[in-house]
């Protein structure tokens, strides 16, 4: 087939690109101008099989019609009701649908629109549950070396990644931070959840909590598997350590599951995948297939009874909220969305389909520069030798070349992360990583 491609009709120049190298890109676009199902189509007709599900969002694949059609209905018939004093009945059902894949006694659900919102509504709810409690002085918070928390003044405080942080002065004060878990000397090739690294969990109690004391502390914030990082999977008994020290000290557990909700490790929740139920659950991305953008907080019972009942009756009760908190469009978006997971069992699906991928993304051991690979659910980072001197070149190299071999990567610093939408079969699994083997034997 002979591929005509179309002169651009629009400019470069005028948009700064978010977290991209926007010279470098503008020199050599990369285009997307449509997508179904496990495919992109680029600007000059090529397909690329979506490695990434878009930015670990889209779980159900691209532009599936019963989404698409219920957004074009609630368009139809109400395009915005106001978040503050009104209601509308969409976002009554999808805080019913997602209380019911909540773990526990998650029943309460807060919305806001970003994955970086959900995270500092969280923070919020938690000095606001501690300060109800008549314990406002727990007011420090933890976060975790390489956590990923978007980028809010409160995400990239408790975040911990050095480039999100360094340009921006001043972080919100009082926060704390618990040692990551990867250690490749330990845990390189890891199948699953390592072996090692349970005990890191302990420094929470042994430093943090010995040197703020945990009267001091509102809660602990952790990705169930750190994703934006590089694909890092807690040690096995990781997480129960945190929960039970969270549990003596009274401080919440809070896990960031903007990227493992909604069938990325399996189950609706991470919470549930590892059996460690968290005091409030962020998420976003995957709960419209990233049609809209929706997020929100799950929390339990009892904060919600007790930052309620606080409050003089009549009176709000938290101060904290935003225009577009449950949008009608995003809510009508979700429900179908909910309805798509359901119907066509798809977080069983990834379960189901994890051994394949796991045995797939492992065959990539021994193949030129990788010098480890790890998996969870339907996640995997594969770390590639640096290039001397130059930070994450190699990988960058190899996500552009997989990009013109048609498949789509994602790369942070040195490692290839891989996290497909549900729907992928075996052979495209096979695929993906066989263009990504490909490459590296040719890369230098
Ligand atoms: C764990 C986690 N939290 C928060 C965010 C921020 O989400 P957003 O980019 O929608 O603000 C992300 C984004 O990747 C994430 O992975």
């Known amino acids: 087939?002979?591929?005509?491609?179309?002169?651009?009709?629009?400019?470069?120049?005028?948009?700064?690109?978010?977290f991209t190298a926007n010279r470098q890109f503008k020199a050599a676009p990369r285009i997307f101008v449509s997508a179904r199902d496990m495919h992109y189509t680029t600007d000059d007709g090529r397909q690329v099989l979506d490695g990434t599900a878009g930015l670990w969002c889209v779980n159900a694949g691209h532009s599936r019609p019963r989404i698409v059609d219920a957004i074009k209905r609630q368009l139809d018939t109400m395009d915005y009701s106001p978040a503050f004093q009104m209601g509308h009945p969409g976002e009554f059902r999808v805080a019913d649908l997602i209380r019911q894949l909540a773990p526990g006694d998650l029943d309460h659900v807060f919305f806001a629109n970003s994955g970086s919102e959900a995270v500092d509504s969280a923070l919020k709810i938690a000095l606001a549950y501690h300060r109800a409690r008549g314990e406002g002085h727990r007011n420090v918070l933890i976060g975790r070396e390489r956590g990923y928390h978007g980028v809010g003044f409160g995400g990239i405080s408790v975040g911990g990644i050095p480039a999100n942080r360094k340009a921006y002065g001043s972080m919100l004060p009082r926060v704390d931070h618990l040692?990551?878990?990867?250690?490749?000397?330990?845990?390189?090739?890891?199948?699953?959840?390592?072996?090692?690294?349970?005990?890191?969990?302990?420094?929470?109690?042994?430093?943090?909590?010995?040197?703020?004391?945990?009267?001091?502390?509102?809660?602990?914030?952790?990705?169930?598997?750190?994703?934006?990082?590089?694909?890092?999977?807690?040690?096995k008994g990781y997480l129960e350590r945190l929960r039970a020290i969270c549990d003596k000290h009274g401080l919440l557990l809070i896990f960031d599951e903007v990227i493992t909700g909604f069938g990325r490790t399996g189950r609706a929740f991470a919470a549930e995948t590892f059996g460690v139920v968290p005091?409030?659950?962020t998420f976003a991305k995957g709960v419209t297939n990233a049609t809209i953008p929706l997020s929100g907080v799950i929390v339990r019972r009892q904060i919600y009874d007790t930052v309620i009942n606080n409050a003089p009756p009549g009176m709000v009760e938290l101060f904290h909220g935003y225009t577009y908190s449950g949008h009608p469009v995003a809510t009508a978006a979700a429900e179908a969305t909910l309805g798509l997971y359901h119907e066509e069992k798809l977080f069983d699906r990834a379960r189901e389909?994890?051994?394949?991928?796991?045995?797939?993304?492992?065959?990539?051991?021994?193949?030129?520069?990788?010098?480890?690979?790890?998996?969870?659910?339907?996640?995997?980072?594969?770390?590639?030798?640096?290039?001397?001197?130059?930070?994450?070149?190699?990988?960058?190299?190899a996500f552009l070349r997989c990009f013109e071999q048609g498949v789509l990567t994602r790369v942070t610093g040195e490692t290839i992360a891989l996290s497909p939408p549900l729907i992928i079969s075996r052979n495209q699994i096979d695929e993906l990583v066989g263009a990504i083997a490909g490459v590296l034997r040719k890369l230098d």
Do not use: C
């Open 353 to 397: 389909i994890a051994p394949h991928f796991e045995n797939a993304v492992h065959t990539l051991k021994g193949v030129p520069h990788v010098i480890d690979v790890r998996n969870f659910g339907l996640m995997a980072g594969i770390d590639l030798e640096p290039r001397p001197g130059k930070p994450g070149a190699r990988a960058f190299d």
């Open 279 to 281: 005091d409030m659950i």
């Open 1 to 18: 087939m002979t591929i005509i491609m179309k002169p651009r009709d629009y400019d470069l120049q005028a948009l700064w690109k978010p």
């Open 179 to 235: 040692p990551h878990t990867h250690n490749p000397e330990k845990n390189a090739f890891s199948r699953g959840q390592p072996a090692w690294g349970a005990h890191l969990a302990d420094d929470l109690e042994t430093r943090i909590i010995a040197l703020h004391d945990a009267s001091n502390i509102a809660a602990v914030i952790v990705e169930p598997v750190a994703g934006s990082t590089g694909v890092l999977v807690p040690p």
